[in-house]
């Protein structure tokens, strides 16, 4: 976790970088209770439910939060401090819609539901939880897009190319550990609805990588015009664009080595132990 935190936040130092290891060890430990097959998905979408609560109301309900909601209150008034009110509204928004995904796919998956393509697309968007750590990257590189350049289609335009990579990456790496616990997956989407072979789909994926890449560099060469149009912001924009930048090959560079995707023998869940920095014997 330590390393995802480096590779993708990789200007945060000191405390901002505690923020981003924090996070991230609790955005894979929750993620993966989603996937467990002991039971716990129904307390998973109950505390799916209190997280939305909470984001809403500004604090945990009454009574004893849920140890995955205190470690994520603590996480948000970290996240939040000296940020305006027009960044932690439409962040919040963002994790609503990260924390709302999450029913939709346990509703899908319960009722057996097999997703074509794009519809596994769409709700790959919203679970990826990419741009609510797009909002990390402007609190912990203490700046904030204006909220007129951040609602302009083309830096949103932006944001989906970089989800869609990220996405389309995740599904190459985390494919045999999909294929070993029956979670749906964008290659085997492909090789069901449209008869691919496994080696046709993986290089559709890939594919659609390098589309989603160019598409991004595209969009990022047109920022400085943007900025000009829209009457400033040109600094934070391009800061903007680097940390989507830094996303999209630190999740590379990350995701090719990563245990979680090259252990053999386990499934790969995340565990409290992975978050257990061992002391030498």
């Not at 609190?139 to 389309?168: K, Y």
């Not at 900025?227 to 990350?254: C, F, K, M, N, T």
Request: charged share 25%; aromatic share 8%; with cysteine.
């Amino acid at each position: 976790m330590s390393e995802s935190a480096a590779y993708g936040f990789p200007g945060a130092v000191g405390e901002d970088l505690d923020l981003c290891f924090d996070l991230l060890g609790w955005f894979f430990l929750f993620d993966d209770q989603f996937d467990a097959r002991d039971g716990r998905t129904g307390d998973a979408l109950a505390v799916c439910q209190e997280l939305v609560d909470s984001l809403r109301s500004g604090s945990p309900g009454g009574g004893r939060p849920a140890p995955v909601v205190a470690a994520f209150t603590d996480c948000w008034q970290r996240m939040s401090r000296g940020m305006s009110d027009q960044w932690r509204r439409r962040t919040v928004h963002d994790w609503v819609d990260y924390l709302a995904g999450w029913p939709t796919k346990i509703a899908d998956r319960m009722h057996g539901v097999l997703p074509d393509p794009a519809s596994h697309l769409r709700a790959r968007r919203r679970t990826i939880g990419a741009r609510p750590l797009l909002a990390v990257a402007e609190r912990v590189g203490h700046f904030e897009v204006p909220l007129l350049v951040w609602c302009s289609s083309h830096v949103e335009r932006m944001r989906i190319a970089t989800c869609d990579v990220i996405i389309a990456m995740n599904e190459i790496h985390s494919l045999e550990k999909d294929q070993a616990g029956g979670h749906p997956n964008l290659v085997s989407r492909l090789m069901c609805h449209r008869g691919h072979s496994q080696a046709e789909a993986v290089r559709q994926v890939c594919g659609e990588v390098r589309l989603s890449v160019e598409s991004f560099l595209e969009l990022r060469s047109g920022l400085p015009h943007l900025a000009q149009v829209l009457g400033g912001g040109a600094p934070e924009l391009h800061r903007y664009a680097d940390a989507q930048a830094s996303w999209i090959r630190g999740y590379h560079d990350w995701g090719r080595t990563a245990p979680r995707y090259t252990t053999r023998g386990h499934p790969g869940d995340l565990g409290l132990e992975n978050l257990v920095v061992r002391k030498p014997s």
